[in-house]
Every structure is written in C-alpha cells, then in structure tokens.
C-alpha cells in the first residue's frame, strides 16, 4: 500500500474520575487544567447574565484566534460579529449579543468534540455529553469567562504541541511549501545531481536545524545522517538511503501534514479530560505500545494492530486479567473467509494447525484453536472488556515487527515482547513473579489470571505526534481515518 494512499462505547464520566487518582497536572502528556466536575456533571440550567465589555472582549479575541486550534477561519467570527456586538443601535446590539454568545457556545461544544454526530462504527473513543451553554452562563454569573475560555481546549502538553506545530506548518504553506524530489534511482550516499539539491531544499523546509548546504548536488554523509533523521520521524528503518517509501512520504505536500495535524489536534478533543497515571496506550497508525506508570514512560514497544480490512477500534477499557496459554476462538467471519477455504484446498490443513471443533452454548459448533507453539495467540493475551472482541496478545511469528508497515493483525494488537508487559503489570505481586509466569507458561496449562490492579488501556490513531524533543513524528493514514474524519468535520459545518 502506498505511504500516500475503544470497553463498549465510552468510559463513563465517574470512571474516569476514579482512574485517574494520582495524576499530576505538571507531567508531561497529562492534562495540566481541567474544568472540574463542573464540566463533567452539568449544572442546572441557568440562565443568562449581562455581558461586561471586558468579557466581551475576551470572547471575541478567542474567537478570532479559533483558527490557530485548527478551525476553519471565521468558522465562529461571521464577519459582521464585532459591528453587531458594538452596534450603537440597541437593537443590533441585542442581535450581535445574542449571536456572540451562540458563537461562543458553538466554540465550546467544537472544543469538547462535539461537531460530529455521524460516529463510524470503530470509533468508540466518543467525547462525553457537555452543556455548553449552562456552562459559559455560569462562567459569566460566576465572573470566571476567562477561566473557562481557558479551560476549553484538550489539556494535554501533546495538543498543545500539535498546535504549534499547526502555526508552523502553515507558515512553511504560506511561504510557498517545500519542493519535491523526482523520482529515480534512489538516492544514497555518492549520488549527485539536481536531485540532490532538491532533497536538500525540501529537508530543510521541515527541519531548518539541520543546516543543509541547499547548493550542493552531493550526497554526503551529512545528508545521509539528515535524511536518516527525516526517516526515523516518520516511522521507516534509519537507512540513509531515500528509497520509494522515504521519497513518496517526502514528497506529501506541506498543506497535507497541515490536515494530518488538524485530524489529529481534532482526536485529542475526544479524549477524557482526565487520565489515568498509569495506562497502556497503543497507537494503532504508529504501530506501538507505550506503559506509562505515575505518568513516567517506563516501557515501550513495537505492536502489529489490525490490517485496513480488519481496522482495530478506537476505545478506551481496562486490562483486568491474563490468559496464559490461550486458545483462539476464531470468529466465525475470519473462520469462514479463511480458514475454512483453506480445509477446503489442503484437507487435513485445519488439524495440522492445531485447530478444532468445540460446541457453543446454543447448540452450534466453533472453530478454536488450542494453545500451543502454533498458536495465533503465542503463550499470553490480555484481556479488557470491549464490543469489539480485541485484546493485546503474543504471536508465534515476529517478522512483522521488522517491517516498517506492521497493521497486519485480524484486529487484535499482537506485541513484540509481550511478556515484558506481564512482569510490569504483575509488579509487586509476590505470587505472579516472572519466574512463575514462565513456569506456567511451559506447564501448557492455560490459565486466566485477575491482575489486582486493572489498568487502563487506550487504543488511539495518531498519524501526527510529538517525540521527546516536541518534534512532529507522522504516520501514514493506515485506514483513511484522517480523511473520513476531515469529511465528517466539513459536513457538521
């Protein structure tokens, strides 16, 4: 594929709140203000309160900047807003009052993710119910506007990042963008050309800390340690060679890494305000696993998730136990798209693999195949209640995890040390040692273990994100899902 080309529904507003004991608002990647309970249970109604000049001002100004959170310009500033505001008719007064506080609300709602109501399927990372409207009344009755105002926007330290970044990708569009680079033979360390030139001009137009000659039609080992970064960055194999895939990801133009950051500032709005301390977070277009422990990132690792036609959801859940040994029970779609066609070419291939017929409840007959060396599952899955039937697990086969493109799952997330995970989330537990969980394992027995601490796992598409530095990584859209998100986005308006 061309480079180019998450529990049932919702954590509850109150569950949210009990994850999160612990959280510290100063680290990084946590939120660091909420709007409080507040925001998370509305008030009663109340009703509308006068508006000082000064609040006035305020609402307008942030208005006015809304386009600097990705926002299409003027999409809550009507040009003739301020003249209504400020009419010295009473009565285009009350109608520029009246259409700056449904301005202001509509901002609101935008902010807290509620622009879209058409949710696809696999998007169950959903943001909670917010009354905007009895909210900003009671900032203003409460003389707290500008606290409120502030308190809008998702606060994370990555959102926050994502809109600089937006303020900088955009002045790059302004400026003209960046070149592209022909295609041809790929170019290496020795090559030499007008190629070269352009693969300079265009590194650095992202990246001006670099400090590229932009002259030079030689391909040095400066270059290959610039273009080594370039790749790095955007999730392919350090080589320092531009090949097809690094040339096609330089090659997207600068007003699409613009959209690629607007889908993704637009995600974070769904996510709770509040998070937990400690939390699993997958991302499903990267293809990587994070644990975060008190808000440190103490373990990270590469992940093979769900291939475009077998998408891994959006969700938000908790990993309460630990099936060691597991079995598959196949799903009946994936049974009958593939394996059963396989039987049907190779009699005896079912068996051979491990698998076989068990009885359900309702009398009927599934396919499963027993834990084992050949296992689909490897030797230990994770388990978080969900509506979609997906897990993190082990595999017997790691070649994936040497690939730069690694979405080739059924939907499940496979893990490439899976059994590092274990041993963190069984720390402390003077039973579940890693030494008893390898006994177990070799015993063949399987086994389903309740960990004492669920944990928080959070299955997210971030195809734009920050690294360490707070430069941008991005990631190729996988399943179209920035796309189809920019969609519902321009239809909502």
Known sequence: MSRRSHIAGWITAAAVMGLTAGAQASQPNVPSNTTGPAALYPSPAVPPQPLRRDQVSVILATLKEAETHGFRAGEFYPADLEAEVYAADPTFRAQGDALLRSMIVRYARAQHGLRITNWPKNWAMKPPPYDAE???????????????????????????????????????????????????????????????????????AEEPTLNLDTTS???????????????????FDATGKVDTLTLEALNVAAQSRVLQIIANM??????????????????????????????????????????????????????????????????????????????????????????????????????????GAKSALGQIKFDFPNAFAVYLHDTPSHKAFSQDSRNVSHGCVRLEHPFDLANKLFAGDETWTPERIQDAVQDGKTQRVQLTRPTPVFLMYWTVYPDVKGRMDFRNDVYDWDSQLLGLIAASR
């Open 134 to 204: 009895t909210e900003f009344n009671l900032a203003v009755q409460q003389d707290r506007v500008s606290q409120w105002i502030d308190s809008l926007p998702p606060p994370f330290d990555r959102y926050r990042l994502l809109r600089g970044a937006l303020a900088r990708y955009k002045t790059i569009v302004a400026a003209g963008g960046w070149p592209t680079v022909d295609g041809g033979p790929a170019l290496k360390v020795g090559s030499d050309g007008p190629r070269v030139v352009a693969l300079r001009q265009r590194l650095m």
């Open 217 to 235: 039609e030689q391909f040095d080992d400066a270059l290959g340690e610039a273009v080594k970064f370039y790749q790095r960055r955007n999730g």
């Open 266 to 371: 637009e995600r974070w709005r769904w996510e709770p305000r509040l998070w937990p301390a400690t939390r699993i977070e997958v991302n499903i277009a990267a293809a990587e696993m994070t644990l975060f422990e008190d808000n440190a990132l103490t373990l990270e690792m590469r992940a093979a998730p769900g291939r475009p036609n077998d998408q891994t959801p959006l969700l938000a859940s908790q990993i309460d136990s630990v099936v060691l040994n597991p079995p598959w029970n196949v799903p009946s779609s994936i049974a009958e798209k593939e394996y059963y066609p396989k039987e049907a070419a190779h009699p005896g291939y079912l068996a051979a693999h491990g698998f076989r017929f068990i009885d359900t409840p309702d009398g009927g007959r599934r396919l499963q195949q027993k834990s």
